[in-house]
């Protein structure tokens, strides 16, 4: 069945509406970063770049790590990006462009997230680099999406609702890892469920002038606990990451360079630096 021109939109030029990509421009080894400033910080380490594209705040470099062909592409902030990002990923792989039908043998990619977080423990120093065991959702992205959940994640997810069940309005979702990422690029990697939300102030427990709806929304978060997991950090992508990475037959994982204590009040002194560190570890684990 052909997809409707209004559903999958493509450039006069052939690539695809937002990231402004040809089939082919991008490698099986996607990198993400959400600031499009990031993007020329991962790729000066390829051994040679193929080529740099950018439309609106979406930037992709694709190049060469030794032998290996990867992608670094900057997504913005926020799961609404992450929704165009990861759907128009998909469509390059995965759908014949020329006859708007998804392909007969589907391609799965390998998606690392680098990005910045902020701790909720007390135990993550700052400078921390964090792989996201699972990504926990209080933003509205998969309420559009069907997702099946394994029993892991739905025991996980049963024990959080109850935590959280008497915030109104809000319908949490998570989708674990992929274990194979996880085990090699985070293999040494401190640990923990990242909670994404759906803004940088109130929705993450900041308060500057506005008042918040929910009090103390980070002692609410570091007092969850199920079995071994707890919560460890906040962000803003992780968690549409991994479970639109799940919806599509995507590979996923989130390595979080921590630059704030949530708990402790403080902000690293040295953020660029930490950031490096994280960029330097998934590439040498690539």
Not at 83 to 109: C, W
Not at 254 to 259: H, R
Not at 275 to 281: F, G, L, N, R, T
Request: glycine share 8%; no cysteine; hydrophobic share 40%.
């Amino acid at each position: 069945m052909k997809i409707a021109e209004s559903d999958l939109i493509i450039n006069p030029d052939g690539s695809i509406y937002h990231l402004n990509l040809l089939p082919g421009d991008i490698a099986e080894t996607v990198i993400t970063v959400g600031d499009p400033d990031r993007v020329g910080e991962v790729s000066k380490y390829f051994d040679s770049v193929e080529f740099k594209k950018g439309k609106r705040e979406f930037i992709t470099h694709t190049g060469f790590v030794g032998s290996k062909r990867v992608t670094v592409l900057s997504t913005g902030i926020g799961t609404d990006n992450i929704d165009i990002v990861f759907n128009e990923l998909d469509a390059l792989v995965n759908i014949d462009f020329e006859t708007r039908e998804v392909k007969k043998e589907l391609t799965s990619l390998n998606i690392i997230r680098v990005g910045t977080s902020g701790a909720v423990q007390p135990d993550i120093p700052m400078g921390t680099i964090l792989a996201s065991s699972f990504g926990l959702g209080m933003d509205a992205l998969m309420n559009y999406y069907l997702h099946d959940l394994s029993g892991d994640e739905r025991s996980l997810l049963d024990d959080v609702k109850i935590h959280f069940g008497h915030l109104k309005n809000i319908n949490p979702y998570l989708t674990a890892a992929n274990d194979n990422l996880l085990s090699t690029i985070g293999k040494d990697m401190a640990k923990g469920i990242t909670i994404t939300a759906p803004g940088f102030y109130a929705p993450q427990g900041r308060q500057v002038r506005a008042k918040n709806a929910v009090p103390d929304f980070i002692g609410l978060i570091n007092t969850f606990k199920s079995n071994e997991n707890r919560i460890t950090n906040l962000e803003m992508e992780t968690a549409g990451i991994y479970a639109l990475a799940k919806v599509l037959g995507h590979k996923a994982l989130s390595v979080n360079a921590i630059l704030a204590s949530r708990v402790k009040f403080n902000f690293s002194s040295e953020p660029d630096k930490i950031v490096e560190k994280a960029i330097k570890m998934v590439l040498e684990r690539v």
